[in-house]
C-alpha cells in the first residue's frame, strides 16, 4: 500500500486530515504513529474545525518541519530550508485545488454543528477530502 493509500485508509477510518497525513509520513521521519496522531489532531478540519487552513495542508506542513525544522536558534539555514519547502507545497496543493482553505475547498464552514452536518449531507468527507489527503502526501513525497 503506498503512503497516499494508508493516509486515506486513516482519513476514511475516522482520523481527521491532519492526522491522515502526517501520520501516514512520520515513522520514516522518526515519529512514531501513535504521536503523529496525537501531535495533528488539533489541526483537522481546518485548524479545529475552523475552517482555516485545510488540516491535510497542515499535516504536510508538520511533516516538512519534523524532517527539515531547525533545532538550534542560530540554525537560519534550516529554517529557510523548511520555508522553501512549505512554499513550494503550499504553491503545488493551490496549484491542484485552487485554495489551501478548508471551507474553500469543500464549500462548508465547519465551525458549527450544522456546517459539519451539511458537509457530511453533501458528501465532501467521502468526495473531496480524501483527494486532498492523498495529494498531500504525493506532494509531500515528491519534495522531501
Known sequence: ?????????????????SQAVLAAISEPLGLDRERALKISQ???????????????????????????????????????????????FLRRFQDRHGSIVCRELIGVDL??????????????FENLCPRFVADAV???EQIL
Open 1 to 17: 500500500m503506498s503512503r497516499a493509500q494508508d493516509a486515506v485508509q486513516s482519513f476514511r477510518q475516522g482520523f481527521s486530515c
Open 138 to 140: 504525493e506532494i509531500l
Open 111 to 124: 465551525s458549527s454543528p450544522e456546517g459539519h452536518k451539511l458537509g457530511a449531507e453533501r458528501g465532501v
Open 42 to 88: 488539533a489541526f483537522g478540519g481546518g485548524m479545529a474545525r475552523m475552517g482555516l487552513t485545510c488540516g491535510a495542508v497542515t499535516g504536510a506542513m508538520l511533516a516538512i518541519g519534523l524532517k527539515h525544522g531547525r533545532t538550534r536558534p542560530e540554525d537560519e539555514e534550516a529554517k529557510e530550508k523548511t520555508y522553501r519547502l512549505v512554499h513550494d
